[in-house]
């Protein structure tokens, strides 16, 4: 069978874990204060240009948000996101059980716009009983997005400077961010996240580590006692070292950008293969999800000897499907989906 579920079916980049092994029975002290950790973090402030940073590592993204989210916001405050965001239909209401309501807004293919959120906050604020409602406080958007789009630095910008207008936080979910820097045409950095953005997080889960995502925050003052507030959460972890070692490998000598050019370049050959008989993608994203709407009898005999996922529910005669590559997709796996699309 070839799989095409998701990014996250293989284990680790096998430098991380020869690295595991390596170093499997050092001891070192734990939640995080390992020398491994601390150039780890050495390592990421320097990509995003700025050793104000402030850098914690997490095992996954609803608890890298939902630990985010519940730090950087008070009382009744809320967070703006679209209504297609993770945290609004995936994360069975984790953002909410932190007491911090959701509100979501129309989105493009993924993709809030800078007006439509100034919109919502100018007539938010015109209404005389605002402050009997959730107050948003936070724009969330994804890098890139459920859809595999990607956000312009423009774009960013733009957003960017309706939340400082408004004295709002931005952050960014960057559980497949890798993939979104390895985009073509993308012209967004580590930089730019950083210059624009109160937090973000850089995914490894989906991009190449066994489990961890990099949060990264303006500096510490944004969330005081941001580590107690992680142990509090439940979301520290002992093992810190493990976390650390592995963005520590990502971030040497590029490891993380080539994890995330092999997923999108084998998502480019998938998309070539359904052009090339007349299969156009559903959205046009430049990352590794892909989207096609196929026919249903295509879809049943793909089924047979491949697996993908349906993109909401089954059509009568055609039905969207969504196709995932990896950092890990060999380009033999792209090559046998050609063969068997000549089959049909």
């Not at 953002?95 to 100018?122: D, F, Q, R």
């Amino acid at each position: 069978m070839l799989h095409f579920d998701s990014d996250y079916m293989e284990g680790a980049h096998p430098l991380i874990m020869e690295r595991l092994m390596q170093t499997n029975l050092e001891q070192t002290v734990g939640y995080g204060m390992d020398p491994y950790t601390r150039r780890a973090v050495a390592l990421i402030q320097d990509a995003v240009g700025s050793h104000f940073a402030d850098v914690h590592f997490l095992v996954g993204g609803t608890q890298s948000n939902a630990t985010v989210i519940g730090a950087l916001l008070r009382g009744s405050d809320a967070v703006i996101a679209a209504d297609t965001a993770h945290i609004n239909v995936h994360e069975a209401g984790a953002i909410e059980a932190t007491g911090h309501k959701v509100l979501s807004l129309p989105a493009t293919e993924g993709k809030l716009s800078a007006s439509k959120i100034e919109n919502y906050l100018e007539n938010f604020f015109k209404d005389d009983t605002w402050e009997h409602m959730s107050i948003p406080a936070m724009v969330y958007i994804s890098f890139p997005t459920e859809y595999g789009t990607i956000y312009s630095r423009a774009e960013l910008e733009s957003i960017s400077n309706v939340c400082k207008r408004y004295s709002l936080k931005l952050f960014v979910d960057g559980a497949r961010l890798g993939y979104g820097l390895a985009a073509r045409g993308n012209d967004v950095s580590l930089k730019d996240l950083f210059r624009c953005c109160d937090a973000f997080y850089i995914g490894g889960t989906k991009v190449g580590t066994m489990f961890g995502e990099a949060v990264v925050l303006k500096n510490k003052s944004l969330a005081p006692n941001f580590f107690s507030y992680i142990k509090r959460s439940g979301a520290l972890l002992a093992k810190g070292r493990l976390l650390g070692l592995q963005f520590e490998t990502m971030f040497t000598d590029g490891l993380y950008l080539e994890c995330g050019r092999n997923g999108v370049e084998r998502a480019m050959e998938l998309r070539e293969a359904f052009e090339s008989k007349g299969y156009k993608p559903a959205i046009d994203s430049p990352t590794n999800q892909q989207f096609f709407e196929l026919p249903n009898s295509l879809i049943d005999n793909l089924s047979k000897d491949v697996t993908f996922e349906f993109w909401g529910p089954r059509g009568k005669d055609k039905s969207i499907v969504r196709f995932v590559t990896s950092w890990a997709t060999p380009a033999e796996s792209i090559e046998k989906l050609k063969a068997l699309l000549n089959n049909f």
